[in-house]
C-alpha cells in the first residue's frame, strides 16, 4: 500500500482546504438523506460514508468537465468535488422534477450531468465499465488528450463486464482509470466470499496493466495516487487501475440491515479511521485548518443542507405525461 | 394448517424441499443472510455454507454453474437477486440451459430451478421493478411458473424442483409480505401448467397472471358488489401454457380482458389475445382487450409517475366495468 507522509506541499493549503470542506459536505449530505429515508420522507438512500477520501482524493485530480466521470451510487464525494449542488442531489432523492440526473425517473445517487461529462448509469453493477473503455477508446482515436474514469466497489470485480472492459482497455493502451473503492462487502458478502486474493490491484497483471492499492481513508495519498496515474494516461501509459480500500459506516442502502452481517467491533475500528477525521488532524497539525475555521466549515455545511433540503422537498413532482418523454429524441 | 406470507410459503418449500433431497442446494447473492427479501432466512444454519452457497456477484456465473451442477446430479435452486439483474445471465438461461436438453437429443437435461424476483409498486425505481416474463416464456425449453397466492408458491415451487427441467419461477415482491394464507401442514404440490379458475361469472372474463391475477380477482369482488359478475382465471404458468383454459374461459363470457404489469407491447397478453382470436372468435362479444404498464423503458423512480403508469385494483375495475358495457 502506498501512503503519503511528506509535509504538505507550499501553496496548497487552499486545495486541501477545500478538499476537506468537499468531504465535510458529503458527510453531512449523506447523512442526511440517510436520515430522511428514516423519517418517512424519502423512499430510498444509498450514501457513501467512509468514502469521502477516496472519493473527493480522486475527484480532486481530474480536469472537471474535460475528463469524463463514471461514478457509481455510492458517489456522493465525487458529485460534491465536481460541482453538483446538493440541491439538485437532493431533487435526485426526492424524485422530483428538474432532477438533473433523471428528471426523477432512477433510484438516488444514480449520476448523470452530461456538462460535466458524468454519464448516466444503470443500477446494474459493473455493466458501465466496458462504457468507460469505449469512452476512453474515443478519445485516443479523436485524438483528445481527456481521461476517463469509472468508479465501482470490489463486488464488481466478479462481473464479467468488468473482466471485458480491462481487458479491452488493455489491449487498445486506454486513457483509463479503473477506480475501485473497496469497503470489503458486496451488501452481506464479506470479501473472502467475492474472490481468492488479497488485492483488487492483482487482478490488473493479468489484463497486462498496473494496479495499485492505496489507503482509500487518506485522502492526500488517494490525490498524489490518482494525479500521477492520471497524468500517465494522459502521456498514453494507460490505462491503470486503483483500489482504494476503504470502509462503509452506513449499511448498504437504506433497505439493508448491517447488523446481520458485520460487528460493531470491526464497524467501532474503522470509525477510529474516519477519513475527515484523518485530514483534519493533519491540517490541524500542519496549521492549515483551525479548531475555529473548522467549526465554521461544519457549521456552514449544516446550513447549507438545511436550505438545499427545504427548498428540495418544496420542489414540485413532474406531471404525469412527463413519464412517456424522452424514450426516443424528440427533435429527430 | 398454519397462516404463511408468500415469502415464508417459498422457504418452507425450500427448506422442505433441502430435507429431502440431500443433493439439493440454493445459490446466489446474500443468501446466506437470509437474501435481500430474506427468501433463504435461517436455512444457512440449518444446511450449512456448502448447501447454502453465497456466490460472487456475478449472475452469468450463477445460472452456468447450476448448469454444471444439475448435470452432475446436483438439484440447484438459483437465486437472482432481481428480475433486473437477470440480463447478465440470459445468455446462460437462453443459449444454455433451454437448449440443453433439445440440443443434446435428450442425451442431457438440466434440473434447475431460477428464483427470480420481479415488479413493481415498491418505488424501486427502474432496475428493481422490471417483469421479464414475456421474454423468457418466449424461448422454448424453459418453464415460467408466476404464482400469484401463498398455496401456489409453495406448491409450484415443489414441483419446479421436482421437475426435470429449468424452470424460471417469478415471484412478485409486493406479495412477499402483502399475501397470507391457510396452509396445510407438510407436502403437497401444484403441478406446473394447468391455470386455475379464482372466481366464475358470466358477464367478462379476466386473463392474468403472478400478483396481477390477485389484483384482478380483488377487483372483480368489488364489481360483483356493482352487479358485474366476472370469471377470473389465473394462468399460474407461462410455459407451457394452458390453451385450453384461456379459450374455455373467453367463450364463457364472449368477452376478455387481460391484465399484466410488464409493458403492452410484445407482453405476453398478446399470446393469450391471439389465442382467443384463433380458436374463441365465433364466441365474442368484444373486442379483446388488454391493460398493461405502458410502453416506457422502465418504472419511474417518482413515486406518482408510478402509480399513474402501473395497472391497479382501481384500473382493472374500470377497464371491467368498460368491457363489461360494451
Ligand atoms: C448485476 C447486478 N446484480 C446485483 C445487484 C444488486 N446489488 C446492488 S449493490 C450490490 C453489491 C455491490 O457491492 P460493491 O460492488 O462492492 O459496491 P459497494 O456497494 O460495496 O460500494 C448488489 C449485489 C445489482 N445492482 N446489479
Ligand atoms: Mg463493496
Known sequence: MTTTDTRLESGTSDLYLSMYRDMVRSRVLSDRMFALNRQGRAAFAVTGQGHEAAQVGSAYA?????????????????????????????LGLFAKAGDPTSGGRQMPCHWSWPEMRVVTRSSVIAANLPHAAGIAYASKLLGRGEVTIVYFGEGATSEGDFHEAVNFAAIHQLPVVFFCE?????????????????????????????GQTVDGNDALTVLQTTRWVIEECRRGLGPKLIEAKTYRYAPHTSSDDDRRYRTRAELEEWTRKDPIDRLRNRLLADGVLTPDADGAIRAAAQREIDEAVEAAERAPDPPDDDAFRYVFAEDA | MALKTYIEAIRDALIEEMDRAPNMLVLGEDIQEGGVFRATDGMLERFGPQRVLDTPLA???IVGVSIGMATNGCLPVAELQFADFAYPAFNQLISEAARWRYRSYNGWGCPMVVRIPYGAGIRGAMYHSQSIEAMLAHVPGLKVVMPSTPYDAKGMLKAAIRDPDPVIYLEHKRAYRMLKEELPDGDYTVPIGPARLRREGDDITVISYGLMAHECLQAAEELAAEGIDATVLDLRTLAPLDRDAIVAAARRTGKALIVHEDNLTGGFGGE??????????????????????????????????????LPSREKIADAMRDLAAY
Do not use: C
Open chain 1, 62 to 90: 481530474l480536469t472537471a468537465g474535460a475528463d469524463w466521470v463514471l461514478p457509481y451510487y455510492r458517489d456522493v464525494g465525487v458529485l460534491v468535488a465536481l460541482g453538483m449542488k446538493p440541491y439538485d442531489i437532493l
Open chain 2, 272 to 309: 393469450i389475445a391471439a389465442i382467443i382470436a384463433e380458436h374463441a372468435f365465433d364466441d365474442l362479444d368484444a373486442p379483446v382487450r388488454r391493460l398493461a404498464t405502458p410502453d416506457v423503458p422502465a418504472m419511474p423512480f417518482n413515486g406518482a409517475l408510478e402509480d399513474f403508469l
Open chain 1, 182 to 210: 473497496n469497503n470489503g462487502y458486496a451488501i452481506s458478502e464479506s470479501q473472502e466470499k467475492q474472490m481468492a486474493i488479497l488485492h483488487v490491484a492483482d487482478r490488473a497483471r493479468g489484463y497486462g496493466i498496473e
Open chain 2, 59 to 61: 449472475e452469468s456465473s
